[in-house]
């Protein structure tokens, strides 16, 4: 078996969780601005506003950025019939995402990847994300206080590729510059995260924090067990 030598992390789900969805966020705000409408008219503009964004921008370089999130909030307000406070709970919703969403690291996140580090292993992330990579260090991995622990950075936005299309993780064994037997993948699904990686010669570790998967593959229920494969 091949040493390895390059360990990639999917983002939410195996090193972070989230509280708080979007739409959560988006009620949150329209309450504090003294906006009351039911669950289910926010959610249907909502909705809109998710067909009018993937009509708009699903297809362009750029799919999230200041600007796009300006029009895309102006969007699902406008199907709420809101004309006045628009800027402010655009600038809160923008910047104060993270913060709102409640997102964090899992307990066993930052004792693994020490772990990894002491093993001089390099690490990288793949995620779904429709935020470039320079933008997923700044409002999401920085934040998190991790950005340092990793050497490439792969979101679908900046390859261009969604999980789980083969392409995308034929470009992260070329960006970790190693053979795919050198390579680790741990992640918290098995067809977005594991199958592809697996049919591709890559090791592959499904992270099932419940215990309840019946896939045949490498398995273990917390990070600090990756010692069980990375010695």
Avoid at 8 to 23: A, E, N
Avoid at 159 to 186: F, H, N, T, V, W
Wanted: some cysteine; overall charge negative.
């Amino acid at each position: 078996m091949a040493d390895i030598k390059f360990v990639y992390f999917d983002h939410v789900g195996t090193l972070v969780y989230i509280k708080k969805d979007l739409l959560t966020i988006i009620n949150e705000v329209l309450k504090e601005f003294n906006y009351h409408f039911s669950f289910l008219e926010v959610k249907r503009a909502y909705d809109a506003a998710e067909d009018y964004w993937e009509r708009k921008y699903l297809n362009s370089r750029n799919k999230w950025n200041k600007d796009i999130a300006y029009d895309y909030y102006s969007f699902l307000f406008y199907e709420l019939g809101i004309e006045e406070n628009v800027d402010e709970m655009i600038e809160i919703l923008y910047n104060e995402w993270h913060k709102r969403s409640g997102a964090s690291l899992y307990p066993d996140a930052i004792p693994c990847l020490n772990y990894l580090v002491m093993k001089e292993k390099n690490l990288g992330i793949i995620t779904q994300s429709i935020l470039s990579e320079e933008d997923f260090r700044k409002e999401r991995l920085r934040k998190e206080g991790i950005e340092h622990y990793f050497s490439v950075v792969i979101t679908t936005a900046s390859i261009g590729y969604e999980k789980p299309d083969i392409r995308l993780y034929k470009k992260a064994i070329e960006m970790a510059s190693c053979k795919p037997d050198e390579i680790m993948i741990i992640g918290d699904n098995y067809d977005l995260d594991i199958r592809v990686p697996l049919s591709l010669g890559m090791k592959a570790v499904l992270l099932d924090r419940k215990g309840e998967s019946k896939y045949d593959c490498p398995k273990i229920n917390s990070l600090i067990e990756i010692d069980k494969f990375i010695k």
